[in-house]
């Protein structure tokens, strides 16, 4: 059976988390498949994420939501920051009325529903980044993959605005569907655990 949209945005979590609990000190500074960005940017990122989708579910507009892009989101205890933000993020998306809201998103306006299919496709292939960033199981959810698969079109929206590069290698012929969501997502897919 499909993941519907709330299992997908929980897994999508869960993912991001379980890599995140195997962070030690010294891997903070660790390089990820982002460009500039080692384990605490990213993770900075995405906590900040949440925070931005939460914003933009509340009415903020696209240029106040910008300015957090710099702001550390993580301060002492980046677990608890990542976990109260989804926790904070998935209430907001459960708002009565909360789909069919227009959110001004730097892309451009879109519904609550779409901004929750973005953040379920950025959150799963930050995952899989922070699990190449750390040198652990790579393999995500496979319902959580074809959740993301079915919503890429956000990736091609993303890479207008450079959140996502263009892939830099080819496709193997026979490349799971992991490795073609990360592929997609302009990852290398040398050694993609799939």
Known sequence: MAMDRWGAL?????????????VRPHDWVRPTPCDAWDVRALTNHVVGGS?????????????????????????????????????DVTAAFREDGALARIAHHPLGDCTGEQLLAMRVVDVTVHAWDLA??????????????????????VIERGRERG????????????ASRQAR?????????????S
């Open 10 to 22: 929980d897994r999508a979590h869960v993912e991001f988390e379980t890599r995140l609990l195997l």
């Open 181 to 193: 969501l990360i592929h997609l997502a302009g990852r290398r897919i040398e050694g993609v655990q």
């Open 163 to 174: 959140s996502f590069s263009l892939p830099t290698s080819p496709l193997p012929p026979k």
């Open 132 to 153: 190449r960033g750390l040198g652990v199981a790579e393999i995500l959810d496979r319902d959580l993959v074809e959740f993301a698969h079915a919503h890429a079109v």
């Open 51 to 87: 925070r931005r989708y939460t914003m933009l579910l509340h009415g903020a507009e696209a240029d106040t939501v910008n300015r957090t892009r710099t702001d550390d989101h993580l301060g002492t205890d980046p677990v608890a920051s990542f976990l109260t933000s989804a926790a």
